[in-house]
């Protein structure tokens, strides 16, 4: 009788762990002005808005343990908490990357889905410049700014220009784009 019941406690046990959900991706981003660390569940950000009326991305963000829905305004750098409206603004570092991991994860997915069939290489193994800066580096093709380099700099370009957009990874590896009138090839 003891090894019946063994049996039924061992797939019990099997049971609730094959059935669990998929964990969410957490990512730590630091530590907010208040002293809580802020975590964003990498799984939750979604582009919501159509691109050129204003980048606003959906995602859900941990303050310690408090989970907190928001909607994050990509263009004025602001997040607005379900259920209320005041507009929060960074106030530290983890906030600043609460705000610009979200809105990278949500364009580089955007940016995934409408380019799934086209791989991603590097375009021709040659050294390009930005030659006359500063130039802006875009989350998307003519969007919102993710970095603005600011001297000469050498940068690689992957993948098929998209109407004279160029991908990059010239903002500290974070996927942009810049347009072709910004660089030159020098080799």
């Known amino acids: 009788m003891n090894k019946l019941r063994l049996i039924g406690l061992a797939i019990a046990l099997l049971a609730a762990f094959v059935s669990q959900p998929a964990q969410a991706e957490m990512l730590v981003l630091g530590t907010a002005s208040t002293g809580e660390t802020v975590t964003l569940d990498t799984d939750s ?8 009326t204003g980048l ?6 941990y303050l310690d343990n408090e989970k907190i829905d928001a ?5 004025n750098k602001y997040w607005v908490v379900e259920g209320d409206s005041t507009h929060y603004t960074p106030q530290s570092q983890a906030t ?3 705000i610009s991991t979200a809105c ?3 364009f580089n997915s955007q940016y995934r889905q409408s380019n799934q069939s086209q791989p991603s290489q590097r375009t021709r193994e040659r050294t390009w410049i930005v ?4 130039s ?3 989350y998307s093709p003519n969007g919102e700014v993710l970095c603005t380099i600011r001297k000469i700099t050498r940068v690689w370009l992957y993948g098929n220009p998209v109407d004279g957009w160029y991908r990059t990874t010239a903002c500290e590896g974070a996927d942009g784009w810049i347009h072709e009138s910004q660089i030159k090839l020098v080799d």
């Open 104 to 106: 990278r994860i949500a």
């Open 56 to 61: 606003f991305v959906s995602a859900t963000y």
């Open 71 to 75: 909607t994050i305004s990509c263009r």
């Open 96 to 98: 600043q990357n609460l």
């Open 131 to 134: 030659y006359d800066p500063p």
């Open 136 to 138: 802006n580096v875009r």
């Open 45 to 52: 950000v979604s582009l919501w808005t159509p691109v050129g």
